[in-house]
């Protein structure tokens, strides 16, 4: 695994330096783990989940090097590890100082959170959210149904968007505890190993004290918390293509046909090289969002959807590539190239499809230009 940061030195500062020696450290740990199993307790382990739910100033650069390591070595845990940030992002950045009290606890991985924005008919379309939550008494009473939501089954709250009747704004965020009356979790089963499942809310009674900031800020604390994560997706993936280049390369290298090594196939070297060319394309992208969002203040919501889109669909064609100079032995089950083929699918769709990121990008190119 290379996770290099020293020949990309004006994309990094020397914490990243020693970052990336504690997680090329940690790597043998996560490539040890079988799917899910042991995933969360590992990221609490290591220390890790400091990144995603941190004390201090937000460090994405951090949480790509993280993201890369974990997509290399188990796609898994790098999911549980991005959600249990998308899942408390809200708290810190609106909280009360009650509600932030519980991130420590978070941040050490003693719990887990999860985010629950998407619903059956509030997909791509988030201001379609149908969630209501209704002032009664002392609290709210949310009922509704939440979809495709990742760390259901080990989370213990969630931060749930949805709709305060009657208010002017209404999408609105709260702090709810998965084991309350009426909520229901119903587990779903990915194409990859991934903790997700469905959330129902049937009149669930919260405090108006598990709201997260102020009636009508829902949006914009789902939109914040996608913005900060969305271009590590990106690095998960670079992460995955770059598992999926070693391992053509091994066996590449071990395999004869037609009397010589595969490796030794023009073909085969052209089809490598274009592999070689999408991974650091798609690293270069990545690192120039996070870079650009650690240290400007200038909106980059741009690049970022550039990173996203670029690095997951290079990240596809480079592991589909692995699976074909893998022959027949890249599609059998539990061929690490398969499990790749598998784990990379859902990364064009989270977190903002393929199709949502080009929307994003050619609005942007085209009101730039009027
Ligand atoms: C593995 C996984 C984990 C997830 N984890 C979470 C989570 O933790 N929390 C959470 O809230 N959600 C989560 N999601 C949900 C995810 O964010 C949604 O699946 C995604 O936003 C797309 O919504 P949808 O599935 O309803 O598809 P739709 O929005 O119905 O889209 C279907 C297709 O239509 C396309 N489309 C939609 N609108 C347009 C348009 N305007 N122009 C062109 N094409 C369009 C889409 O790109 C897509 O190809 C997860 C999903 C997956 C697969």
């Given at each position: 695994m290379q996770l290099s940061v020293d020949d990309l030195p004006m994309f990094f500062d020397e914490r990243h330096r020693l970052l990336a020696a504690r997680l090329r450290a940690a790597a043998p740990r996560f490539l040890a783990l079988e799917g899910e199993e042991g995933a969360a307790e590992a990221l609490a382990g290591s220390g890790l989940f400091d990144l995603v739910v941190p004390e201090g100033a937000f460090d994405t650069r951090g949480i790509c090097l993280a993201r890369e390591m974990l997509g290399y070595t188990n796609a898994a845990a790098d999911s549980i590890f991005a959600v249990q940030g998308l899942g408390t992002h809200a708290l810190?950045?609106?909280?009360?100082?009650?509600?932030?009290?519980?991130?420590?606890?978070?941040?050490?991985?003693?719990r887990?959170?999860?985010?629950?924005?998407?619903?059956?008919?509030?997909?791509?379309?988030?201001?379609?959210?149908?969630?209501?939550?209704?002032?009664d008494g002392h609290g709210y009473r949310l009922t509704g149904e939440k979809l495709f939501i990742s760390n259901l089954g080990i989370a213990d709250h969630a931060t749930v968007?949805?709709?305060?009747?009657?208010?002017?704004?209404?999408?609105?965020?709260?702090?709810?505890?998965?084991?309350?009356?009426?909520?229901?979790?119903?587990?779903?089963?990915?194409?990859?190993?991934h903790p997700i499942g469905a959330l129902s809310l049937v009149n669930v009674r919260?405090?108006?004290?598990?709201?997260?900031?102020?009636?009508?800020?829902?949006?914009?604390?789902?939109?914040?918390?996608?913005?900060?994560?969305?271009?590590?997706?990106?690095?998960?993936?670079?992460?995955?293509?770059?598992?999926?280049?070693?391992?053509?390369?091994?066996f590449v290298v071990e395999r004869k046909q037609f009397g010589k090594r595969l490796a030794d196939q023009p073909l085969v070297q052209a089809l490598?090289?274009?592999?070689?060319?999408?991974?650091?394309?798609?690293?270069?992208?990545?690192?120039?969002?996070?870079?650009k969002k650690d240290t400007t203040g200038e909106r980059v919501t741009t690049e970022v959807s550039i990173a996203k889109l670029g690095a997951?669909?290079?990240?596809?064609?480079?592991?589909?590539?692995?699976?074909?100079?893998?022959?027949?032995?890249?599609?059998?089950?539990g061929a690490i190239v398969e499990h790749?083929?598998?784990?990379?699918?859902?990364?064009?769709?989270?977190?903002?499809t393929s199709e949502i990121q080009r929307t994003i990008i050619g609005r942007a190119l085209t009101q730039e230009s009027t």
């Open positions: 810190g950045a609106a909280g009360s100082s009650d509600q932030r009290s519980v991130l420590p606890a978070y941040r050490r991985g003693e887990i959170a999860a985010f629950a924005l998407t619903e059956p008919e509030a997909g791509s379309d988030v201001a379609a959210i149908a969630t209501t939550a209704v002032l968007i949805a709709r305060v009747e009657g208010a002017d704004k209404p999408l609105t965020a709260f702090w709810v505890p998965l084991d309350a009356p009426g909520v229901t979790v119903r587990p779903l089963t990915a194409i990859a190993p919260v405090p108006v004290s598990a709201r997260i900031g102020e009636v009508g800020q829902g949006m914009r604390l789902a939109l914040g918390t996608l913005d900060a994560f969305r271009v590590s997706v990106g690095a998960a993936a670079v992460g995955m293509a770059r598992r999926a280049l070693d391992e053509a390369i091994d490598l090289a274009d592999m070689v060319v999408d991974l650091d394309a798609a690293r270069l992208l990545v690192l120039r969002a996070a870079h997951t669909e290079a990240a596809q064609r480079v592991i589909d590539s692995a699976v074909q100079l893998f022959g027949g032995r890249g599609v059998m089950a790749l083929y598998r784990a990379i699918r859902p990364l064009r769709i989270y977190e903002g």
